[in-house]
């Protein structure tokens, strides 16, 4: 600390006196300042177990609902016949033999050559399309080729308008925005646009491609669909038709994801043991240096994996054979971590027993459906993470407001203890310049006197 010009006189360290003495002063808030370390520390520590909590219900989602019921596609042929499982669709696993004769496609009508630039008169000329039974009349402002084209086009009809030269003359086509042999295209036209109406028999437009619905036969049963993507043939599942094959049946099957929920299964097992660790890493006491983590002796913090724990080990109804993990080899160890002893085990029950499997975790009473109802109240907004934190952030507040006054408060007492020091300097100067003063007389008197 530099030398303060109080005490340069009388030899008073004014500067170090009021540091020893606010040392001592400021120590409560530094006591404060420790508190308030560790209860960020443990607002910190909860947050890490929110987030494993959160990771672990991601998991146990996984096995609930429909989870464990999700299925494999596959077909012989993907680019004749492509087949993919709707989510939640209640598919089945199976195969089916498919043979495509015909596929759905849209009506194209296509007009006979016009000179381009032609114009067709307006008065007295109409033109309205129909297409599934409903009829849209034009709005005909541009009676060119193009302005009947943009007309067709805005009026939203079922219907697309393009015009294609063919080298000398242009050419109207219009083709049906849907498949299916209900969606065919009729044009009524007068006037001058007469040419255009196709039940006229003098109409000039060619059908050079007529709507029709896919034909198909599945399993040897006559299945027509007007969409070449087909949802509602076989429960749960979307067959996409790209081509017809007739005389080579195309085979698509569905099978049992078992591969995939295993590893959903060791997933869980993993995000459990893993949200178990940061769990005990929080809250552990180590004997030997007689020191605790920082959630140590936090009941709350302790009553995460009690919670879980209780759900893992109560028993599930209505899944035949299976009640407990370890029906399927899960087994908690000695550590308090899951494991899953025998994979051998789960692979059989997965094989010859995947209904009951399925509902040891996704019934009612399932584990995964227990699981993700606990971790949503402790996750919610009535949950130990909301109510513990809240709790923390308030006492992180009020310990604020205590350091801001106690702050103030020391500024106070040091400008207090440095006024008081430097007039007992300049008092202690003042004495000094006296003796000096009084030294200086009373020599000189004993030196008149002959002394």
Do not use: C, H
């Not at 050559?113 to 008065?123: E, H, L, R």
């Amino acid at each position: 600390m530099g030398i303060s010009a109080s005490g340069m006189v009388s030899g008073l360290d004014v500067d170090s006196m009021v540091s020893s003495l606010m040392s001592i002063e400021q120590q409560p808030l530094a006591n404060l300042k420790a508190k308030q370390t560790s209860f960020n520390a443990k607002l910190s520590a909860f947050g890490t177990l929110k987030s494993g909590v959160s990771t672990f219900q991601t998991a146990v989602k996984a096995l609930g609902g429909d989870a464990l019921r999700a299925l494999t596609t596959s077909s012989t042929k993907s680019d004749v016949v492509g087949i993919s499982a709707t989510k939640d669709g209640g598919a089945t696993a199976g195969s089916y033999a498919i043979e495509v004769s015909k596929l759905a496609q849209a009506d194209k009508l296509v007009s006979a050559g016009i000179a381009p630039g032609a114009t067709f008169a307006a008065a007295n000329s109409s033109m309205a399309i129909t297409i599934g039974g409903k009829t849209t009349p034009l709005v005909l402002t541009d009676t060119t080729l193009a302005g009947i084209s943009s007309a067709i086009n805005k009026a939203n009809a079922g219907v697309t308008a393009t015009i294609l030269n063919d080298g000398t003359q242009d050419r109207l086509v219009i083709t049906g925005s849907q498949t299916g042999s209900a969606n065919g295209v009729s044009i009524a036209a007068t006037g001058s646009l007469a040419a255009f109406d196709t039940t006229a028999a003098t109409t000039t437009m060619t059908r050079s491609q007529t709507a029709q619905n896919a034909e198909m036969k599945i399993d040897g049963i006559a299945v027509s669909k007007s969409s070449n993507t087909v949802t509602d043939a076989i429960k749960g599942v979307t067959l996409n038709l790209a081509q017809t094959n007739v005389g080579s049946p195309v085979t698509v099957s569905l099978a049992k994801d078992t591969t995939g929920i295993s590893k959903s299964i060791t997933a869980f097992v993993d995000a459990y043991n893993t949200l178990a660790t940061a769990v005990n890493k929080q809250t552990s006491y180590n004997a030997a240096t007689k020191t605790g983590a920082v959630l140590n002796g936090d009941a709350s913090a302790r009553s995460i994996l009690t919670g879980i724990r209780a759900e893992l080990t109560k028993g599930v109804s209505g899944a035949g054979g299976l009640s407990t993990l370890s029906d399927i080899g899960i087994a908690f160890q000695r550590d308090g971590t899951l494991k899953l002893e025998k994979p051998a085990k789960l692979e059989a029950a997965l094989a010859t027993n995947f209904e009951n499997v399925s509902s040891l975790f996704s019934s009612t009473t399932g584990v995964a459906t227990r699981l993700t109802k606990v971790t949503e109240e402790m996750l919610g907004t009535k949950g130990v993470f909301k109510n513990r934190t809240d709790g923390l952030n308030a006492t992180i507040e009020g310990m604020k407001d205590s350091e801001d006054r106690m702050t103030l408060q020391l500024g106070q007492t040091e400008k207090r203890y440095r006024a008081q020091f430097v007039a007992l300097d300049t008092m202690m100067t003042s004495m000094q310049s006296m003796q000096s003063y009084m030294t200086q007389q009373l020599s000189a008197l004993a030196a008149s006197a002959g002394y």
